[in-house]
T-cell receptor, first 115, second 113 residues
């Protein structure tokens, strides 16, 4: 079945630094990937839609200059949390689909802790 | 925006019992999905529903896409300890926004041996 891989699975960084998270589709090409954020004991909230070869589309309230998304190839999207602060600590999860009618598959998530 | 109300929020059951959870929406979805999430991991797709009225099974799991397209339920029969986890419903409007999922609040399932 379709596999989506995320790296790293955990990262701890100091306040003010930037962190890059990778999302890869391992056995299919994903023209579109999605980035979600999940706070403890809460549901997943869509942050942005990552489109291969074009700019990402951000959900209302998500700062595009803080959460930089790059989708340079059909199998890789990256999310960079710039100038991270403790309130950015969260579980970040990506998803991808091989085409519009396929169910979405999720990566295993990245636990970001900003100290 | 679209909202999904998922209930119950949590369930404590004995092994062997059946489980039922549901989601309702204030607006129509063209696709309903049910996921299970274990601690520290991403959601794993359980069942995908694409047509109103569709009833789909996956082993001990059965899910239905409501006729009005505003609701869905998930049943788990003869629960076992490994069913423990958080179950999420998710809806997609379809078309170019297919991948933009709206998630329910989740149902925390605890199964006592």
């Amino acid at each position: 079945g379709a596999v989506v891989s995320q790296h790293p699975s955990r990262v701890i960084c100091k306040s003010g630094t930037s962190v890059k998270i990778e999302c890869r589709s391992l056995d299919f090409q994903a023209t579109t990937m999605f980035w979600y954020r999940q706070f403890p004991k809460q549901s997943l909230m869509l942050m942005a839609t990552s489109n291969e070869g074009s700019k990402a589309t951000y959900e209302q309230g998500v700062e595009k200059d803080k959460f930089l998304i790059n989708h340079a190839s059909l199998t890789l999207s990256t999310l960079t949390v710039t100038s991270a602060h403790p309130e950015d600590s969260s579980f970040y999860i990506c998803s991808a689909s091989s085409h519009l009618t396929s169910p979405l598959h999720f990566g295993n998530g990245t636990r970001l802790t900003v100290t | 925006g679209q909202q999904l109300n998922q209930s119950p929020q949590s369930m404590f059951i004995q092994e062997g019992e059946d489980v039922s959870m549901n989601c309702t929406s204030s607006s129509i979805f063209n696709t309903w999905l049910w996921y299970k999430q274990d601690p520290g991991e991403g959601p794993v797709l359980l069942i995908a529903l694409y047509k109103a009225g569709e009833l789909t099974s996956n082993g001990r799991l059965t899910a239905q896409f409501g006729i009005t397209r505003k609701d869905s339920f998930l049943n788990i029969s003869a629960s076992i300890p490994s069913d423990v986890g958080i179950y999420f419903c998710a809806g997609a409007a379809g078309g170019t926004s297919y991948g933009k999922l709206t998630f329910g609040q989740g149902t925390i399932l605890t199964v006592h041996p």
